[in-house]
């Protein structure tokens, strides 16, 4: 299963029920997590805010003055005006601790979030068992996405990564038998089919998880009538016959696999003389960075006392301020506590996202909340349906975590690399080689190499 991540980041997905949110510029309430792509649209986020009411709507949760994400005074209704203040857009924020003003306790602590694969020795472990890693890829295969660097490209792939796939496909016949490892929705397939038309080769492509490829139902006949795809088959034990490929290929799929069984099973099914081709993940990537930061994130967010518990404890109070049930929630000291609760964790997150080189997975975080927020106080969306889509939220969260663990544990830095290398002279290739893979400027992985011996 392809698994690396855009070099901004990645896509969760949800479903809900509520309208989409107009105006805001923020995301639709019911997604589960926004598409994290590049730094334009994170920075266009970091100013996402839910709009004030409509002129002549009556003020509601008239409390006293919090400092944080939702403004209120006696002259002005709950989350009317402002914004989320970030480092960003707030400079008094630079200066300032990340604690919360009531407990005194620290929200954030870098020192303290480093990811659970920041440091490798040996071989990477495996974080999840495989049900939880075939669900994971599943659900992001069926966001639509074509590769796993979704976020990166228009697209199929492009740059450097494109042409070493040009290369390698070059030498192809039209009765010669392809199979790709890991495939996700096909990014390898649909390239082999718009570079090869009608001479397409026999194509087998395979993922432990269920892809999606929604691409293929308007390829060319001749493109679907020689590809195939097949759903729960491990590179480990693939079921195919000896011998049967005379190409191998995998692009961020198969250094997830157990290697120890996967690379035997490479040789078994590859024809003498036959060719493997591999792009796997470095473990000194722009891609692992990103991946290490995600899972710092998320584990920031989802953490007891953290974001994501806060904004649920908030969405029943915001349901009476919609109904403008403003004496309820003043007569409540609960509510109080909870918004301020709920700022501080807001503010804190302003704080960490100036800290972090790749603060995507933050500022969706925010996006998706202010989007529920927004829907909420708008009549949109009522309190199931904001706890639904929270979960949905969390679920996609725990998925985008899953595949970030396991693209850091399992990226190969030189000592792993070299292993691999040997492991595949020893088993029947030869002229095993790789070479550092760079796309513009940032380093997305190793690109590899090797031939069967006939």
């Known amino acids: 299963m392809a698994g690396g991540r855009p070099m901004g980041a990645g896509r969760g997905d949800g479903r809900g029920s509520a309208p989409p949110v107009r105006g805001t510029g923020c995301a639709d309430p019911n997604e589960a997590t926004p598409r994290r792509d590049a730094a334009p649209k994170a920075r266009q986020r970091a100013n996402c805010a839910p709009r004030p009411p409509e002129s002549g709507e009556e003020p509601f949760w008239v409390l006293p003055p919090i400092e944080g994400t939702l403004p209120s005074s006696p002259e002005m209704s709950f989350f009317v005006r402002g914004g989320f203040r970030t480092m960003a857009n707030d400079p008094a ?43 994971a890829w599943t659900q992001y295969w069926k966001a639509g996405a074509l590769h796993s660097l979704a976020g990166s490209f228009d697209g199929n792939y492009s740059g450097a990564i ?71 088959i491990a590179a480990e034990e693939t079921g195919f016959a000896d011998a049967g490929f005379d190409l191998v290929v995998s692009q961020y799929g198969l250094e997830y696999s157990d290697l120890a069984r996967s690379l035997p099973e490479v040789a078994r099914i590859t024809t003498g003389g036959g060719r493997l081709a591999l792009v796997v993940h470095h473990a000194g990537s722009r891609l692992a960075g990103v991946a290490r930061a995600e899972v710092r994130m998320i584990d920031w967010l989802r953490a007891p006392g953290g974001l994501m518990e806060r904004a ?19 007569a409540d000291p609960q509510a109080g506590r909870t918004r301020a609760a709920f700022n501080e964790a807001m503010r804190a997150l302003g704080e960490l996202a100036g800290r972090e080189v790749f603060p995507d997975a933050l500022l969706d975080a925010r996006s998706a909340i202010a989007a529920r927020i927004d829907a909420i106080m708008r009549g949109h969306m009522d309190a199931n349906q904001a706890v639904e889509a929270h979960r949905d939220h969390d679920r996609a969260l725990e998925g985008a975590r899953l595949r970030s663990l396991e693209l850091c544990e399992h990226a190969l830095d030189e000592t792993a ?33 090797a031939d069967r011996s006939s």
């Open 93 to 135: 924020l630079a200066d300032s601790q990340a604690t919360d003003r009531n407990t005194g306790k620290r929200l954030i602590d870098p020192d303290h979030h480093e990811s659970p694969c920041a440091e490798r020795s040996g071989r990477p472990r495996m974080s999840a068992g495989i049900d939880a890693r075939r669900d």
């Open 162 to 232: 494109r042409r070493f796939w040009e290369q390698v496909f070059a030498p192809l016949d039209a009765d010669d038998r392809v199979l790709d490892i890991g495939t996700g929705n096909g990014a390898l397939p649909a390239l082999l089919c718009e570079l090869r038309g009608d001479a397409l080769p026999q194509v087998v492509a395979i993922d432990l998880a269920s892809p999606d490829p929604a691409w293929l139902a308007s390829a060319p006949a001749a493109c679907r009538g020689r590809l195939r795809f097949h759903s729960g």
């Open 312 to 330: 649920a404890a908030l969405y029943p109070y915001l349901v009476l301020a919609a109904r403008g049930e403003r004496e309820r929630l003043v």
């Open 417 to 449: 690399l070299e292993r691999l290398l040997s492991a595949l002279e020893n088993i029947g290739f030869t002229g095993a080689e790789a070479a550092p893979l760079h796309h513009g400027e940032h380093l997305v992985g190793w690109t590899i190499r």
